[in-house]
């Protein structure tokens, strides 16, 4: 019997991982510099279907963004874009930057350029970036 139907979305997100104290402070620690206003460290996260690789991304990061002002984060699952380029146009638009750039005509370098000359600190989650070769 499904007692939540919530946690069937793709956006739910558990209140507590349970089981997951350790992978929680090691991906903290790649981002805490951000905090101090520094950047953070990429982290790569692997692990088989279900073991909570997204759900695990999707916590700390809405952790630091509860914990810290001027934090945005930025999410895509690559198996719904089509080319890098569309990737990172997603992960854009979802942390609200460069909202004016069309999606057709819009280089890499100027996507690049708009997370360089934004002043909050932005975290991309990158889902399932091995579909991609480059
Ligand atoms: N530590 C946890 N405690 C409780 N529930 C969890 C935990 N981690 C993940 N879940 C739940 O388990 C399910 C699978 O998690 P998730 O989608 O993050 O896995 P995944 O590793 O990204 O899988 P895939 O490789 O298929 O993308 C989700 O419903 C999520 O809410
Ligand atoms: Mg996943």
Redesign the pocket.
């Known amino acids: 019997m499904i007692l939540d139907a919530r ?2 979305r ?1 956006a ?3 209140q ?5 104290n350790n992978e929680i402070g090691h991906i903290s620690s790649c981002l805490r510099p951000i905090q101090d206003d520094l950047s953070g460290e990429h982290a790569l ?1 692997t ?13 700390v990061s809405q952790q630091l963004e509860t914990q810290t002002l001027g934090v945005r984060t930025g999410y895509v699952n690559c198996m719904s874009a089509n080319t890098t380029t569309g990737a990172v146009h997603t992960l854009l638009r979802d942390a609200r930057v460069g909202l004016d750039l069309p999606r057709d005509s819009t280089a890499r370098s100027e996507y690049f350029e708009r997370v360089r000359t934004t002043d909050d600190q932005l975290v991309f989650i990158v ?2 970036v091995d579909i991609f070769d480059d």
Request: aromatic letters at 12%.
């Open positions: 946690a069937l793709d739910f997100l558990p507590e991982l349970y089981h997951r996260i692990g088989p279907s279900g073991a909570g690789k997204t759900t695990l991304a999707r916590y889902d399932e």
